[in-house]
C-alpha cells in the first residue's frame, strides 16, 4: 500500500512538471469547477486504482460556497441482523436424554456524521491548496442474545441444564479533525486529491450482560444469574496516512 501511494505521488508530480507549464498563461480549465453552487461526489483510491468510499464514508459530497471555500460531508450508515436455530441432542451410556432446541441472535447498527471546512489557499493555481477542519459523531450499537442447553451428570444419570446470555454494547464518540491536502484537476469535471488528517475524538462505550442457568429436571437445582457491567470513557488522538481521492465535479 505504502508503495503504491508512493508511485501515485510521483505520477502526480512527473503529471504536473509536464502538463502545468504549457498551460500556465491561460486560466485553465480545472479552476471553472471550484466556483460557486458547484457539488462534487468523492471516492477513496485504494490500491490498485480500485475507488471505495471516501473516509469509510456511504456517501460523501463536497459542495463549493465560492472558489476559494468548499463544505464536505459524508455519512456511515451500517447494521446487521442474524438468527439461528437449531437443536441439542443428548445421552449418557444406553440413556437418551432426547433433544432440547437452542436458537442465538444478533444485530448492529452503526451511524457516522463527518462534516469539513476547506479553504483554498490559491484557487488560481493548477495545484489548489487547502486546509480544513469540522467536527465528527459516530454511534455504535450491538446485541447478542444466546439459548444454549447442554447436559450435566451426576450420579450417573443426566439432566438439562438451560443457559442463557444476554450481551449489549454502545458506543458514542465525538470530536473534529484538522486536514490539509492538494487538488489537481484531470479535466474540469474531475480531480485527484490527498490529504492529511489528524483527529481529535471523546468516546465513551458501556457495555452489559447478563447469564443465567435454570433446570427443571434437575432435582434441587439452584438456579445462577449474574449480571456484569462496565463504562469506559476517553480521550484519542490520531492522525491517518495520506489520504487519496476522487471528485466527481456535477
Known amino acids: 500500500m505504502t508503495k503504491f501511494r508512493i508511485n501515485l505521488l510521483i505520477l502526480l508530480i512527473v503529471t504536473s512538471i509536464v502538463y502545468f507549464p504549457a498551460n500556465a ?25 480500485t475507488l471505495t468510499s471516501f473516509q469509510g464514508a456511504t456517501i460523501a459530497a463536497k459542495y463549493q460556497i465560492s472558489d476559494m471555500s468548499a463544505i464536505r460531508a459524508g455519512i456511515t450508515i451500517g447494521g446487521s441482523t442474524s438468527s439461528g436455530d437449531g437443536s441439542s441432542s443428548g445421552s449418557i451410556a444406553d440413556s437418551n436424554y432426547g433433544a432440547q432446541s437452542n436458537n442465538s441472535s444478533s444485530k448492529s447498527t452503526s451511524v457516522s456524521i463527518v462534516v469539513q471546512y476547506l479553504r483554498y489557499l490559491n484557487p488560481d493555481k493548477p495545484v489548489h491548496f487547502y486546509i480544513g477542519f469540522g ?44 486536514i490539509a491536502g492538494v487538488e489537481w484537476f484531470a479535466s474540469q469535471w474531475l480531480s485527484i486529491h490527498a490529504d492529511y488528517n489528524y483527529s481529535i475524538q471523546y468516546q465513551w462505550r458501556s457495555t452489559s450482560s447478563s447469564t443465567n442457568y435454570s433446570s427443571t429436571d434437575y432435582p434441587g437445582y439452584i438456579s445462577q444469574h449474574s449480571d456484569n457491567s462496565s463504562t469506559t470513557k476517553g480521550w484519542n488522538l490520531s492522525s491517518s496516512a495520506v489520504s487519496f481521492g476522487i471528485n466527481v465535479y456535477l
Open 25 to 49: 498563461q491561460n486560466k485553465s480549465a480545472d479552476t471553472t469547477a471550484l466556483k460557486e453552487g458547484a457539488w462534487a461526489l468523492q471516492f477513496g483510491i485504494s490500491s490498485n486504482f
Open 135 to 178: 467536527p465528527s459523531v459516530s454511534y455504535q450499537y450491538g446485541y447478542n442474545s444466546t439459548d444454549n442447553p447442554y447436559i450435566s451428570t451426576t450420579g450417573g444419570r443426566g439432566y438439562w441444564i438451560n443457559y442463557l446470555n444476554f450481551s449489549k454494547s454502545i458506543q458514542w464518540a465525538a470530536g473534529g479533525a484538522c
